[in-house]
C-alpha cells in the first residue's frame, strides 16, 4: 500500500494556508478572467495562475506561480520559483522553514518580484 504524502491534519494546514492566499488572490469580480489556485501532487503544493486562453475563452492556461515542497525527514517546508527555462529553481529570499505560513507569506509579499513580476 502506498503512503500518502500529507495526513488530514497536514491538508487542513495546507487549505488555511495556501487556500486563503489563493482565495485572497482571487478577486470574484474576476473569477472568470483570474484565479490562482494550488494542486497536491506527492509532496509538492504548487500554486497555479489560471487564466482563459486568449484565442478561446471557453480553454483555460495554467501559469505556475511557486512551489512549496515538504521535505518530511527535516520536517522543513521548501520554497521553488519557475525561471523562464521552465524549470524549478530553489527561490533565493526565505528559501525553506519549518512553518508553511512563512513561506506563503514570501509568496505573498514577493520581495525580489520572483513569483508576480
Given at each position: ?11 487542513k494546514r ?25 494542486v497536491v ?67 505573498d509579499d ?8
Amino acid at each position: 500500500m502506498a503512503s500518502v504524502a500529507f495526513n488530514e491534519v497536514e491538508f487542513k494546514r495546507i487549505e488555511q494556508t495556501v487556500g486563503v492566499f489563493c482565495v485572497k488572490h482571487s478577486p470574484a469580480h474576476l473569477k472568470d478572467k483570474l484565479r490562482l489556485e494550488y494542486v497536491v501532487k506527492g509532496h509538492d503544493v504548487v500554486i497555479v495562475e489560471r487564466r482563459p486562453r486568449w484565442d478561446n475563452e471557453t480553454e483555460w492556461t495554467e501559469s505556475p506561480v511557486a512551489k512549496l515542497k515538504f521535505i518530511r525527514s527535516a520536517n522543513k517546508w521548501r520554497l521553488y520559483w519557475m525561471r523562464a527555462d521552465m524549470k524549478w529553481h530553489e527561490y533565493p529570499g526565505l528559501s525553506s522553514s519549518h512553518r508553511l505560513e512563512d513561506l506563503v507569506q514570501e509568496v505573498d509579499d514577493d520581495p525580489l518580484a520572483c513569483f508576480f513580476g
